[in-house]
């Protein structure tokens, strides 16, 4: 009895359904995705690789074995997986300079990854590497993947710098044909496509945007001519005399706002919307500790470990203990203090939200304990569920706010106004800077064909774009039917695990190595899911229940389509029903079993 007053929510729920819709509202614009500008013609210089060189070669017009079109994790874990199966005739083909995708690009200061490491960076088993932290930053995981491509000799075929402009189906010689802009031309049996959920920077729409006559980047292309310093961390010393604006506060400002504070002589940061900032706790990984557990298969172990406790199904242990796993425990701890007989999912649903109101007034409470003035600590509040945006984890971000260089422009959720010529605008307000800096995140909704760059053309002339103009259409968010021989590594319509984002990826690449190999060793030039298997996929996937995140009762962002959530039909249909444990089971079963199902192997030549 006494135990099930003490679990009674502390605060007034209706006042903070209130308060939730009230910021959601202020926040919601007719234009949606739309307020986003597109970066080309006299913007494209945003796009620049500040990395990497680009070196002239001669074009290539031979023929490969397997072609991927992007050098991040799907690309590497693929070329890894097809090499284990002694197929080595892969090609990567990368716009950026050298492997990594995200983390060829994401080089700012305080770059790292949320997840921990342990799980979330590929092939650590077969590399031998030990992480050196708990959670990694991205030189690390930068590292990981030169690594993972040199370990598999896929430097050898790749193409850097390399941006495709066509892939067209050859039906008379089962062959991939593929374009560049470097003038090559050459053909693949069998082609992948990993080029990434977020990779095409986008900017805010802000009228003046291109009358800035000071300095300004996107974090994802940072500037260290300018800025000083270098990823690894050391000070961003050219910055002592500028006068910084940084815009955003997602998860990569939240990430790189406490290095400018430090480097700058003053920093703003104009807020659109609070992020959620709970604690890190990282700390480094002993060699001793690390010796005990990475006995064979470890760190699949860990990996499906930590699926199932984010996805709330049964396990022994909890082996990352991290703050993912903490949401999916807090619920089902508050899920399994019901009945028998009140185990309804409306129960469930407010189960979720008391744990949810709980865990946000604690986020919430940290504002206050760290950040000393009370009024900047009340503006860094986030007022919507945790899983409405990215939920970020960090101990040095909110004590940035302590610095007397770091001055939070808090925008009441309308954005920045205008950027003059001198700098940004703000309720009328201006601040002058030197510096711009866009932590204004990546194109998400846009048409696949503008994000990466190209058309896919299969059977009969069908063009990918055409034959997904209603919505996206594969089975398991690999195979498309009249695409033979073509692969796509990503998570939607599949496991669509956003938490570990790299663990779908493993096991697309599992999928496509047997596959390839099957078809190989049996002579099959043609590899298609049919029709009907991709219908009764789509069907499948249209049966699950709705998602927790990505509703219109969230504040808008790139989650919900900026407010306006996703159309129904065919676009909803994005995740297995059964959740991820169940999706990955169902996938080993299904491609170890050697039929295939759903697949027809041919040989037409
Ligand atoms: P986001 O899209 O998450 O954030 C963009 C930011 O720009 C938001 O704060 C947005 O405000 C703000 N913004 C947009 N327009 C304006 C405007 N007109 N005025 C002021 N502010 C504006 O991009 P990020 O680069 O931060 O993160 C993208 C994703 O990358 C993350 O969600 C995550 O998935 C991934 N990531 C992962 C990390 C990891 O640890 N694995 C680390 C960093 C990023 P509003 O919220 O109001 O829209």
Known sequence: ??????????????????????????????????????IKDQLAHYLEDPYVPRTERDPVTDHVTFAFIGGGFSGLVTGARLAEQGINDVRILEKGGDFGGTWYWNRYPGAMCDTAALIYLPLLEETGHMPSKKYVYAPEILEQCQRIGEQYNLYDNALFHTQVKELKWDEDASVWRITTDRGDDFTARFVGMGTG????????????????????????????????????GAPLDKLGDKRVAIIGTGATAVQCIAPLAEGAKDLYVCQRTPSSVD????????????????????????????????????????????????????????????????????????????????????????????????????????????????????????????????????????????????????????????????????????????????????????????????????????????????????????????????HNLTECGNSIGIMVKHALDHGFNEIEVSREAEDAWIKLLLQAPPMMIGTT?????????????????????????????????????????????????????
């Open 553 to 605: 009762e969230c504040t808008p962002g790139y989650y919900n389509n900026e407010g306006h959530g996703w159309d129904e039909g065919v676009t909803g249909a994005v995740s297995y029903p059964h959740g991820p444990v169940a999706y990955f089971n169902y996938l080993h079963e299904w491609r170890n079993s050697g039929n295939f199902e759903g697949i027809e192997f041919r040989k037409t030549n």
């Open 1 to 38: 009895m006494s135990e099930a007053v003490s679990e009674k929510p502390k605060f007034d729920k209706e006042a903070l359904r209130r308060k939730y819709r009230e910021e959601r509202d202020k926040r919601i614009r007719p234009d949606g995705n739309d307020q986003y500008v597109e």
């Open 279 to 502: 604690a890190r706790n990282n700390h480094d990984i002993d060699a001793k500790w690390f010796e005990d557990i990475a006995t064979p298969g470890w760190q699949m172990r860990w990996i499906e470990n930590f699926t199932a406790n984010q996805t709330g199904q049964p396990a022994d242990v909890d082996l990352v203990q991290d703050g993912w796993t903490d949401i999916s425990k807090r619920v089902r701890a508050r899920i399994g203090q019901l009945s028998k007989e009140e185990m309804t999912v409306q129960n469930m649903m407010a189960a979720y939200e008391d744990s949810d109101l709980e865990k946000m007034e604690e986020i919430r409470a940290r504002c206050n304990e760290i950040v000393e003035d009370p009024d900047t600590a009340d503006h860094l509040k986030a007022w919507y569920q945790q899983l409405c945006k990215r939920p970020c984890f960090h101990d040095e971000y909110l004590p940035a706010y302590n610095q007397p260089s770091c001055h939070l422009i808090d925008t009441d959720g309308q954005g920045v106004e205008r950027i003059t010529e001198k700098g940004v605008v703000v309720a009328g307000k201006e601040y002058e800077v030197d510096c711009i800096i866009y932590a204004s995140g990546f194109e998400v909704g846009t048409p696949y064909d503008r994000r990466s760059g190209y058309d896919t053309i299969g059977k009969d002339g069908l063009k990918l774009s055409d034959y997904w103009a209603d919505g996206m259409r594969t089975m398991h968010g690999v195979h498309i039917n009249g695409f033979p021989n073509m692969f796509i590594v990503q998570a939607t319509q599949g496991a669509n695990l956003i938490s570990n984002y790299p």
């Open 197 to 232: 959920p977020l990779h095409v920077p986008k900017l805010p729409g802000i009228a003046g945007i291109e009358s800035f006559k000071g300095h300004s980047f996107h974090t994802s292309r940072w500037d260290y001519d300018y800025t000083g310093g270098n990823p690894e």
